[in-house]
């Protein structure tokens, strides 16, 4: 019922930002926690930040923390990942997902979009 579209991955040097979006469409969207998940080649999928539907609650993973922000427009239906001083460690495939509040696991999920940082 919700459907995610990302945009904004690229390459960028060491140091510079980058900011992802996450355009959202469905009825329930308001009611959709949202995280961005990424995963690096020989690596785990891990979380990165998550935000409550209200954008009242946020998590951030240990290593983005203080360079990394995600927020929420519902608005315009779409939620950000902005990222600053990135690190070549930061290079990875990066996940937009939606979970319902009845629901543990994230439901619905986007493309991903390739976010690679050089050195």
């Known amino acids: 019922q919700v459907q995610l579209v990302e945009s904004g991955g690229g390459l960028v040097q060491a140091g510079g930002s980058l900011r992802l979006s996450c355009a959202a469409s469905g009825r329930t969207f308001s009611s959709a926690a949202v995280g961005w998940f990424r995963q690096a080649p020989g690596k785990t999928r891990e979380s990165v930040a998550t935000i409550s539907r209200s954008g009242g609650s946020t998590y951030y993973a240990d290593s983005v923390k203080g360079r990394f922000t995600i927020s929420r427009d519902n608005a315009k239906n779409t939620v950000y990942l902005q990222m600053n001083s990135l690190k070549p460690e930061d290079t990875a495939v990066y996940y937009c997902?939606?979970?319902?509040?009845?629901?543990?696991?994230?439901?619905?999920w986007g493309q991903g979009t390739q976010v690679t940082v050089s050195s």
């Open positions: 997902a939606a979970k319902i509040p009845s629901k543990v696991v994230y439901d619905y």
